[in-house]
């Protein structure tokens, strides 16, 4: 990771402790400042920005966990280390509570020290990489109703905007609830179609002799009830997009039909003879593997390959969490308004269990729960009682961190986490992706600590 001009704050009221991490840090390209208290650690923040923080939680005046609430009030961007020689529980909780990065234990270990410096930077340069997609997106697409700040979501936005200029088909996987129409609508208003009309269709919801007769129409007398002719989707559309919905579900048929028109460029109407020419930018969506069903013998290959110019992938709610607090912000705030409510927040624990939750249902999901707190809500913030779904967060639970009275106040901080991570481990089955997601880690992150706990080879 290029470490240039990357500025880290070492704050230790121990001189010689101090100076032995100017030393070191400063021998891996960081440059270093120091302060030798909390107080001067506030100041020197207040006067110049810093990539990081490195602070020992006991000093004289100003203690690291008074210190951190205060520089986190100057600038919460800033990731703070915490250092200890008292490895509590209690003090471990209130560093994270408060906004620390991470933690360490005295003596250091110099090698974890410097790949949680190094973790810690790569955070910083995530951040700043997302901001910068943010800046240029903001210069040049219209987001319409999507509500995003991860850097997942800036990413795939960053090739919606790339694509929808285009007259490429576009295919939409995501699970369901994750927003697919709303992207697929991103890619309309941004593209040369804008101002023709977007017609939406959802292929699970009709049959297929109804379905066929919603694409491409209908002449009169056709079928029973057919009175008169009718236009269908694609000509409806003509001059814009349409997007197909859960197109997995069309029937075979269906598929050779639609093949046809992506081929020829035409459509014949239900009981008609006459050709015509359709004039449509197509945008499919599904929750379902394509290439999967084309092996399966349940999709058409030829089809698939149609359809899949580009493929853009919508990631679970579960999978960019930074998106959570911003979601239920403007959902709070619109179901407030419509139900006539004055709802301010959520309760920072509630929140913090927003967060945690892996939200199966996607952000339907997260709107739904939302919309029922605020319905039940008789105070000013939402807490659990009005999201009873949420399970209580495994870091603020005593029974996480300890069995029975085995563990006491004086346990080292690895202890701890060993034995946070084999109880969310146990909770889980052995299901190692569940734990992983419980713990808020990587899969590859929780491998290696059981790899180092002598669990799994």
Request: aromatic content about 6%; glycine content about 6%.
């Amino acid at each position: 990771m290029k470490t240039k001009s990357c500025s880290i704050l070492v704050v230790d009221d121990d001189t010689a402790h101090r100076t032995m991490l100017r030393t070191l840090i400063g021998g891996w390209g960081y440059e270093i400042v120091e302060a030798n208290d909390g107080a001067v650690a506030i100041a020197t923040v207040q006067d110049r920005p810093f990539d990081l923080i490195l602070m020992d939680v006991r000093m004289l005046k100003v203690s690291g966990l008074e210190a951190l609430g205060r520089i986190k009030a100057i600038n919460p961007a800033i990731p703070v280390i915490i250092m200890t020689a008292y490895s509590s529980i209690e003090s471990a909780v209130s560093a994270l509570k408060a906004g620390a990065h991470d933690y360490l234990t005295k003596p250091l270990d110099f090698d974890k020290l410097r790949i949680t410096i190094e973790r810690a930077m790569e955070h910083v340069l995530l951040r700043e990489e997302n901001r910068m997609l943010r800046q240029r997106l903001d210069q040049r697409f219209d987001r319409r109703q999507i509500i995003a700040q991860s850097l997942k979501m800036e990413r795939l936005l960053e090739t919606v905007a790339q694509v929808a200029p285009s007259e490429a088909t576009i295919l939409i996987h995501g699970e369901s609830g994750t927003g697919k129409e709303l992207i697929s609508g991103a890619i309309h208003f941004n593209s040369h179609r804008k101002a023709g009309p977007f017609i939406k269709i959802n292929c699970a919801a009709i049959t297929e002799t109804l379905l066929e007769s919603e694409l491409f129409g209908h002449e009169k007398g056709a079928f029973t009830g057919a009175d008169r002719r009718k236009e269908g989707k694609f000509l409806q559309a003509s001059g814009g997009s349409l997007f197909l919905d859960e197109v997995s579900e069309m029937s075979l048929m269906m598929q050779v039909k639609l093949l046809r028109v992506l081929q020829e460029r035409e459509i014949t109407r239900v009981g008609g003879e006459q050709v015509v020419a359709v004039d449509v930018r197509l945008i499919v969506a599904t929750n379902k593997d394509l290439l999967a069903l084309t092996t399966s013998g349940r999709f058409r290959e030829d089809l698939y390959y149609r359809l899949n110019v580009v493929n853009l992938n919508l990631p679970p709610l579960r999978e960019r969490k930074e998106d959570i607090p911003l979601l239920a912000q403007h959902f709070l705030e619109k179901f407030s308004i419509l139900n006539h409510k004055s709802i301010k927040g959520f309760t920072p624990q509630t929140m913090d269990h927003l967060i945690r939750y892996d939200w199966p249902g996607n952000v339907r999901e997260l709107m739904n729960a939302v919309e029922r707190g605020v319905v039940l809500s008789r105070s000013e913030y939402l807490d659990d009682q009005q999201l009873p779904m949420l399970p209580a967060s495994p870091a603020l639970q005593p029974s996480v961190f300890m069995n029975s009275s085995a563990i006491t106040e004086t346990l080292s901080l690895t202890a701890v986490e060993k034995s946070t991570i084999l109880s969310a481990l146990t909770s889980a089955d052995g299901n190692k992706s569940l734990a992983s997601r419980k713990l808020g880690i990587t899969r590859k992150t929780l491998h290696k600590k059981l790899k180092e706990y002598g669990v799994m080879p």
